[in-house]
Structures are given as structure tokens and as C-alpha cells.
Nanobody, 116 residues
């Protein structure tokens, strides 16, 4: 059993910053890639950022230059530093953790609201 605990969401003004965390626990031997997604009701889930076990990162064009993904392998935790937030960034943010031979595990999601 693998569980993901997300934290860091909330309300922030345009131009502000938030840092999301997602810690994996349970029966974990190793973790491959980790990623962050966001979803708005009525729209498709969007992949925002991905980081491999070796530290290689990829970003969606919508967040490139503003968001930074990182990981702490010792803590089985992935982070998403979000800067220069815009109202368009308002969504439920979800983390995804890949466990070899087991599959993908998802967090419950954390709400991020960017508004004045």
C-alpha cells in the first residue's frame, strides 16, 4: 500500500508564490518518475511538470519559467515551487508517483486559488 500526502495549497494573490509538497509512504522499494498535474472542472487534466529518478525535469509551456519541480529521494517527496501565480493557475493540483512494477499512485489533490 502506497499513500501520498499533499500539502501547501491555499489562497494567494496574483504574482504570489506557493510551495506544494507530496510525500509518499508505505510499501515503497523505489520510485521512478514524479509529476504534478492540475485539473479544472470541465477541462482535461494537464501535466505541469515531471522529474525522473535521475533529476531530469520537463515542464508544460504554461508554467515553464515560473514553476520548479524538485524531489528529495531520502524523504520520498516531490515539491512544486510556484512563482508569479496568475488567476489562470487556479485549479486542483495533484501529484503522481511512479513505483516500478506497481504502477502510478495519485494524491487526493490540493486546491490552489489565485485571486485578489
Amino acid at each position: 500500500q502506497v499513500q501520498l500526502m499533499e500539502s501547501g495549497g491555499g489562497l494567494v494573490q496574483p504574482g504570489g508564490s506557493l510551495r506544494l509538497s507530496c510525500a509518499a509512504s508505505g510499501s515503497i522499494v523505489s520510485i521512478s518518475a514524479m509529476g504534478w498535474y492540475r485539473q479544472v472542472p470541465g477541462k482535461q487534466r494537464e501535466l505541469l511538470a515531471r522529474i525522473t529518478s535521475g533529476g531530469t525535469t520537463n515542464y508544460a509551456n504554461s508554467v515553464k519559467g515560473r514553476f520548479i519541480i524538485s524531489r528529495d529521494n531520502a524523504k520520498n517527496t516531490v515539491y512544486l515551487q510556484m512563482n508569479s501565480l496568475e488567476p489562470e493557475d487556479t485549479a486542483v493540483y495533484l501529484c503522481d508517483v511512479g513505483v516500478p512494477y506497481a504502477g502510478d499512485y495519485w494524491g487526493q489533490g490540493t486546491q490552489v486559488t489565485v485571486a485578489s
